[in-house]
């Protein structure tokens, strides 16, 4: 058996085959980059997780061309469902963000609680529980449903009235 010499290869891949493509799994990076069509976040369940969210978000719509009045108010909404995600759910929590024909957006937060929230009216001096009544009000649709790991809570907002092209 004689031995490569240095900086040889020993074999060549096949010519018509490709090589192994990393597959992506759950266990995967906690942050996906953004697309033009959208972008996944994974979130740790800290409370520094709402303020990675935030920027992402914003940097992402940006990045989009969304108008900056729609902007603050998406960017608000998803802070609102990450947070309630940390506080009150168990389980990982992630987002996903969409930009659907350059008219709407559509957010998602998961978590893993199977338990749907609740709209409920606070007290003015209290400090918590408004979060899904402005959602209620920013959104143009919003919800939630049960999945067999948890739940997903979402909202639409439309950022214009004709589709745009992406930068």
């Given at each position: ?44 369940t ?26 603050d ?27 659907h ?13 199977r ?48 589709g745009?092209?992406?930068?």
């Open positions: 058996m004689t031995a490569n010499p240095p900086g040889a290869v020993a074999t060549a891949p096949h010519p018509l085959r490709r090589p192994p493509q990393p597959r992506c799994r759950r266990t995967g990076p906690p942050h996906i980059p953004a697309t033009p069509q959208g972008l996944a976040l994974r979130l740790a800290d409370p520094t997780a709402a303020a990675r969210a935030r920027r992402t978000v914003a940097a992402a719509l940006r990045d989009w061309g969304v108008p900056d009045d729609a902007i108010d998406i960017v608000l909404m998803a802070d609102e469902l990450v947070t309630n995600a940390i506080e009150h759910a168990g389980g990982p929590v992630w987002l996903r963000l969409r930009l024909r350059g008219r709407c957006v559509i957010c998602k937060v998961g978590d893993g609680s338990e749907a929230p609740r709209l409920r009216h606070s007290d003015s001096d209290a400090e918590n529980g408004r979060g899904l009544v402005l959602v209620a009000a920013l959104a143009d649709a919003f919800g939630a449903r049960v999945t067999t790991t948890g739940k997903v809570i979402w909202f639409r907002r439309r950022v214009r009235s004709t745009v092209t992406f930068r």
